[in-house]
C-alpha cells in the first residue's frame, strides 16, 4: 500500500478519534471539579495566593470560555477549543516529523 493511501485509509480514525474527543470535551467539562487545581492549592495553603494577579492575555481563564453567560456552554467550550488546540498542535507535529523523516 502506497503512502497516500495509508493516509487515506487513517482519515476516518483520525476525524473519529476528533469527534469523540471533542463530544466528550464539550459534556465532562462541565463535571470539572470547581476546587482549585494544584498550583492554585498550594498558593493558598502557603498564603501568598493574594499576591497573584491576573493573566490578561489568557484566552480561556480560570478553563471558562469568557465568550457566553451560560454556565454549560463557558465550560463546554473551554473544553473543545482546548481540545481542538491540542489536535492542531498534535497533527502539526505529525506532519513535520514525517517530512523530515522522508527527507
Known amino acids: 500500500m502506497s503512502e497516500t493511501n495509508k493516509e487515506k485509509s487513517s482519515l476516518p480514525i483520525y476525524l473519529g478519534i476528533l ?7 464539550g459534556v ?3 463535571f470539572a471539579s470547581p476546587l482549585p487545581d494544584g498550583l492554585e ?7 501568598f495566593k493574594e499576591r497573584a494577579q491576573e493573566n490578561k492575555l489568557a484566552p480561556i481563564p480560570d ?3 469568557p465568550a457566553t453567560d ?3 456552554l463557558k465550560n463546554g467550550l473551554a473544553g473543545v477549543s482546548g481540545t481542538i488546540l491540542v489536535f492542531a498542535f498534535a497533527s502539526g507535529s505529525l506532519w513535520i516529523f514525517k517530512k523530515i523523516k522522508s527527507d
Open 19 to 25: 469527534i469523540i474527543s471533542l463530544i466528550l470535551a
Open 28 to 30: 465532562v467539562s462541565f
Open 41 to 47: 492549592r498550594v498558593a493558598i495553603e502557603h498564603k
Open 63 to 65: 478553563y471558562s470560555f
Open 70 to 72: 451560560t454556565e454549560f
